[in-house]
């Protein structure tokens, strides 16, 4: 069974930085393409980054586009989200997600189209 294990959270002064990991266990079949997703307590799971298949093709969140970079590093099974100029509401937990194939012709925004979830990491933007 795949897991997601996440890493890399914490506090940070709004305009700092933060790298997040997430290691998968195994490389599945079933490992096909990996979204980073955030949320905030009553509010949706929201897309923040994707990362797909063998081309590495990326797309971004409006909110977060030109600060976050997503990437990956094959032989460590590790995906990072860079998060760069983080304001205040960028505050939210942040999980990884990962998909295979057969769902990645759906919109990648889509939380319910992941099999597999990281159990998440608090990051806080706040002077």
């Known amino acids: 069974q795949l897991q997601l294990v996440e890493s890399g959270g914490g506090l940070v002064e709004p305009g700092g930085s933060l790298r997040l990991s997430c290691v998968a266990s195994?490389?599945?079949?079933?490992?096909?393409?990996v979204t980073w997703f955030r949320q905030v307590p009553g509010k949706a799971r929201e897309g923040v980054a994707y990362?797909?298949?063998?081309?590495?093709?990326?797309q971004y969140g409006n909110a977060v586009q030109g600060r976050f970079a997503i990437s990956r590093d094959s032989a460590k099974k590790t995906v990072y989200l860079q998060m760069n100029n983080l304001k205040p509401e960028d505050t939210a937990t942040y999980y990884c997600?990962?998909?295979?194939?057969?769902?990645?012709?759906?919109?990648?925004?889509?939380?319910?189209?992941?099999?597999?979830w990281g159990q998440g990491t608090q990051v806080t933007v706040s002077a």
């Open positions: 997600a990962v998909r295979s194939a057969k769902n990645n012709t759906y919109n990648w925004r889509h939380p319910s189209t992941y099999a597999y």
């Open positions: 195994e490389i599945t079949a079933d490992y096909y393409a």
């Open positions: 990362l797909s298949g063998y081309a590495d093709r990326t």
